[in-house]
């Protein structure tokens, strides 16, 4: 698998059903009471974490889903924690319901909100840097995809196509993701790594492959 510079490759991939895969992040969660758990899925841009945040909620169907692209949208690339914190994880975690609309989406006009009704088992929050040190305290497990960034970059011309106007956003991201990625580590910090670009051609669309969290190395 091609990975950005600091990027350790995971090793020893299984391909396991996605019942079981989120049956182990509720297990590293551990009980909760009164409120649902909060399962963070981090990756690369182009990583595949909007369609395994879907295939994850057919087995968790009492979920949620925040985007933190949402909290981010005209605000900053990643300076976007305490916003997420104080609106969103805090109140889900008090077992409060959610539904913040950001400044930015008001300066705007942009419509609607970030809601999360109360009374679910889980929220699943994704997006490029939510697992993260200051955000550690409020989340209860968490996913990092690896995905060959060759992979990573097909995808994004796919979904947002191949203009200048776009390339020069992507190169703009890229030079604050990669070194707040490396200082942050998640592939490190979550509780499982998650394939997000084939690694075995045996796997079924009810399975992923996944493997252990990797440690940077020189």
């Known amino acids: ?20 895969l989120v049956e182990s992040l509720y297990a590293a969660a551990g009980p909760v009471t009164g409120r649902p758990r909060i399962v963070a899925v981090d990756g690369r841009g ?3 974490k909007t369609r395994i945040v879907d295939r994850l909620q057919v087995v968790a169907p009492s979920s949620a889903v925040v985007h933190t692209d949402d909290i981010a949208w005209h605000h900053s690339f990643f300076d976007w924690d305490e916003l997420l914190a104080e609106h969103v994880l805090r109140p889900v ?7 913040h609309r950001p400044r930015a989406w008001i300066d705007r006009d942009r419509p609607g ?10 929220v699943f929050v994704e997006g490029t840097g939510i697992v993260r040190r200051s955000l ?14 060759r992979v990573a970059a097909r995808r994004l011309l796919a979904r947002d196509g191949d203009d200048p106007a776009h390339r020069q956003m992507v190169a703009d991201w890229e030079a604050v993701e990669r070194p707040f990625l490396l200082a942050e580590r998640p592939w490190a910090h979550a509780t499982v790594v998650v394939a997000g670009s084939p690694v075995s ?14 440690s940077s190395r020189s």
């Open 201 to 214: 051609d045996g796997s079924a669309p009810d399975e992923l492959a996944v493997a252990d969290p990797v």
């Open 113 to 122: 909100s970030i809601a999360v009704p109360a009374g679910l088992d889980t």
């Open 93 to 99: 975690r008090r077992g409060e319901a959610v539904d």
């Open 1 to 20: 698998m091609d990975l950005e510079p600091g990027e350790p490759a995971a090793g020893r991939w299984r391909v396991i059903p996605v019942t079981e």
């Open 136 to 149: 550690a305290p409020l989340l209860d497990a968490s996913v990092w995809i690896q995905v060959d960034r």
């Open 46 to 48: 182009g990583a595949g």
